[in-house]
């Protein structure tokens, strides 16, 4: 192996290892969010996908289809144009509450992160007495570190689910825009 590639294998595992280190001084909770924020995080990758390679040409689809009708001011054009503007709202909204709903666990994970970091100091209390400083510190670790972790992941998700939500409704009024009777 190159030097290049050793050093490159080097950080990949370095990486790891202080990952590793950070998952283990925040508890199991710690995993649950990592597991909630990644499938957060590739919807939202998912949806930006969509809105920009898909969505452009589905809607030039229904423009196009609107544009070659003969009369579009008659009551059935009025009522295909809102069964294609349900299916564009349809298509453009999909996976929005799902995003939204696992933005709204981060924080709840983390409390329970909280709250099974405060049981470990307790049993370590508990046992040892309160003299044993450097148990207590895992304990109170592992309590913190999921709510700080279950706080951030909650911002950027809904960051990012409020731009979406607002991409998405610029993207259904200007259809909305288009297909109207001229």
């Not at 590793?20 to 909630?36: C, E, I, K, S, Y």
């Not at 289809?65 to 144009?81: E, G, K, Y």
């Not at 592992?142 to 979406?164: C, K, S, W």
Request: one cysteine or more; charged letters at 15%.
């Amino acid at each position: 192996m190159t030097d290049i590639s050793l050093y490159q294998a080097g950080l990949a595992t370095q990486w790891w290892l202080s990952l590793d280190n950070f998952m283990t001084q925040g508890g199991p909770v710690l995993w649950g969010l990592a597991l909630v924020a990644g499938l957060c995080w590739l919807l939202v990758i998912e949806r930006v996908l969509f809105l920009g390679f898909t969505f452009p040409s589905a809607y030039q689809s229904f423009v196009s289809r609107w544009q070659a009708r003969a009369c579009p001011s008659s009551w059935a054009s009025s009522v295909i144009r809102d069964g294609w503007l349900f299916e564009a709202h349809n298509q453009l909204f999909r996976h929005l509450n799902l995003i939204k709903g696992l933005v709204a666990i981060c924080p709840m994970l983390g409390l329970l992160g909280t709250v099974t970091g405060m049981i470990t100091v307790f049993d370590v209390i508990g046992a040892e007495g309160a003299g044993e400083a450097r148990t207590m510190a895992e304990g109170i670790s592992m309590a913190t570190l999921p709510t700080l972790a279950g706080m951030v992941i909650a911002l950027a998700g809904l960051f990012a689910h409020a731009r979406l939500f607002k991409a998405c409704e610029r993207r259904e009024a200007a259809l909305a825009k288009a297909l109207r009777v001229k």
